[in-house]
Structures are given as structure tokens and as C-alpha cells.
């Protein structure tokens, strides 16, 4: 046998189940322990939460392809990753040179939004164009066929890329190609053209609004009172799904604690990591991100899923977010860290947090990928 993790607080996602116990690794697969087994390697995991491996759902993972690119394997271990969804910064015209150089010689999962405008987002200073009229289905639906790493139909409704005039029906027709794939649609909705209670109307159950905690523009999803918009709530019972998606510049810390603390928690919490603040304010990293809404009042449990099984289901990968025996050796061991831990955003607010998830192992289809020097 490979690997037994004993004496941790276990979580598994996908049953929302936290329990003291041992896990065991054996051929690249979670297995049962067994006490007459004598393993590899015995790893004490006492004071610590031993979970599946995070899924980030929104990296810029296209190094070299792309300004914002960052290394995928370097980024991903050291933060408990072993998948991340590159969100969108390929289109049609540059996803299979990103498939053959990045995803398929990295060693961490990489999964991909496609942008809908085939030249994707290679750069800061001019952006991807979004009419309608140059949308390639026939090349999109291809691709959606030929690879199954192909999960979501990613589009960006900015004002600084679409007029309002415009983005309605840049939206519905990405919606429209969404259908026909198969496939969720993941919208950017940074200084939003169009208020996002309208654009959530437009959406189906399964698809994505990101950056939702911005404040850039005039549409951000709290009212003139500060109140989460009705239809944001009437979207998300009808099944949209929210995702956090911190990155540098969308995410405001005063909006996201006002819409927590109604009650408008993330489905989904992911980096948006880029070269820009690639492990420094005001993104850092998952884990760094991931603790900040325990101490904005949401439990271990919610905020692991939102890193974990909910991402998992939206890319048809259900199994990854499950601890149960026979299912894939992902596994991520972290320390809950007691400590003072200061927060930054873009538009100069601060927040002191008490607590730190830090990743102490990390394991990729059974195989070790990650150590913390003074850990095991």
C-alpha cells in the first residue's frame, strides 16, 4: 500500500460529511485502511482537515499565450489544486495550441471555458470582440465535440467591451451556442453593461454569473439601500449559480460582506488567478480566499464545497468532490491556522481575518505533489 492519513477531521463533499478518521491511498485511489497493511508512508494528520483536492474554478492558466498567464503546476499543489477550469482565455481560433502545450503537459487537471469570441483574451489593452455576427459555431460546437476538457462557453458583458445596446444579444446568442454544446455559460460581469438582474433573467439553471461581489460601474447586485437585487435571489432558486471569482480587480470586500451577511453566499469560490497578483494582494491565492469567508460567518463545510463538489457537478466531474472508496487519490491535507491575517481590495478597503487555511500535503491521483517543509 502507498499512503495511510490517519487521525484527521475528514470532510467529504459530496456527502457533506465531517468525521474523525483515517484515509488510504493505494494505486492512484482512496481506499479502505487496513491495519495489517504496512504502507509507504504513515502520515499523522491530527489537528488537521483532510478533504478532496480544491477545485478552482476560474485560473488563467495559458503561460506564455497570454499576458495574464501563470505557471499551472506551480500555482495549483502548493494551494491543495489538483483541478483548476481555465476561465476563458482561449477562444476557437487558439484553444487547441493551448491544449497540446499547456493542458495536456501539465500534471495538475486542467479543464477550459472557451470564450466565445474566437481570439480570446490575450492582453489588457484592447479586448476580445463580442458581436454576435463573428461568433464561429460551427468551429465552437467542433471543439465541444472533439474535447470532452471543454466545460462552459465563457463570455464577458463589460461595458468597456460591449455596449448596452449590443449585450443583450451577444448573450442570448451565447446562451443559443450553450444549448447546442451542451454546456453551462460562465458570464464576467465586471462594470456590467446591463443590470445584472436583467442578465440573470437571461440565463438557464447551471449557468454562472462571476465577479458578483464587484463594484465597478453602475450595475453591482446590491440596490441603492445596499439590499442583494430581488432577482438575483429569484435567480439563484431558479438554479443560476454565483461564483465569488476574487481576482485583482473585480471584487469589492465591502459588497461581498454586505451580500453574505443577507445571506447571498457563493456557490462557487474560485482565484481568477493571474500574472498580476499571482500570490500577492488583493488575490494571493485560493486558500488565502477561501478563508476569508470563514471568517465572513460561512462554516468549513460551505466553504469547502464551494471549492470542492460544486465545481465538481458544473464540470461533469462529480467523483472528484467524493471521498468514498475507489474514487480518484486527490487528496488535499490543511492546517486551520489560528492567526491574524489582513485583506486588500483594488478600490483600497482593508479587512483584519483570524483564521488561515494553509495547505499542509497535497496528493494528485495518489502521488505526492506537495509537502509543507515543517509537515510530515
Known sequence: MDFLIKNGTVYDPAHHKLYQGDVALHKGKIVKPEDSIEYRQVIDASGCIVTTGLIDFHVH????????????????????????????????????????????????????????????????????????????????????????QLVGLKTRISSNIIEAGLAEKSLARTVEIGEKAGVPVIVHVTNCSIPLDRLASLLRPGDVICHIYHNIGKHTCLDEDGR????????????????????????????????????????????????????????????????????????????????????????????????????????CIFKLKKK????????????????????????????CVYCQADFC
Open 61 to 148: 492558466y495559458m503561460l506564455y499565450g497570454t499576458e495574464n498567464g501563470v505557471n499551472p503546476d506551480a500555482n495549483s499543489f502548493c494551494c491543495g489544486i489538483t483541478t483548476a477550469v481555465d476561465g476563458g482565455t482561449c477562444g476557437a481560433g487558439g484553444y487547441e495550441l493551448f491544449h497540446k502545450s499547456i493542458v495536456s503537459m501539465s500534471q495538475v487537471r486542467i479543464v477550459s471555458d472557451l470564450l466565445v469570441a474566437s481570439g480570446g483574451q490575450s492582453n489588457d489593452r484592447y479586448p476580445e470582440n463580442l458581436d454576435p455576427k463573428f461568433f464561429d459555431e460551427e468551429k465552437i460546437l467542433q471543439l465541444f465535440e472533439q474535447y470532452p
Open 228 to 331: 442583494v437585487l430581488e432577482g438575483l435571489w429569484e435567480a439563484k432558486k431558479r438554479g443560476v449559480l454565483f461564483d465569488a471569482c476574487n481576482g485583482r480587480s473585480n471584487y469589492d470586500l465591502e459588497v461581498c460582506q454586505k451580500a453574505v451577511a443577507q445571506g447571498f453566499v457563493p456557490d462557487i469560490i474560485s482565484s481568477d488567478v493571474n500574472a498580476a497578483s499571482w500570490f500577492l494582494q488583493p488575490l494571493h491565492s485560493l486558500p488565502r480566499i477561501l478563508s476569508k469567508y470563514l471568517d465572513f460567518g460561512m462554516s468549513i463545510e460551505q466553504v469547502l464545497d464551494a471549492a470542492t463538489i460544486v465545481p465538481a457537478r458544473r464540470i461533469g466531474r462529480p467523483e472528484l468532490g467524493s471521498m468514498a472508496e475507489g474514487t480518484e487519490g486527490d487528496i
Open 340 to 367: 491574524p491575517v489582513s485583506y486588500s481590495d483594488i478600490n483600497g478597503n482593508t479587512y483584519e481575518g483570524t483564521q488561515v487555511l494553509v495547505p499542509a500535503m497535497t496528493f494528485k491521483a495518489g502521488r
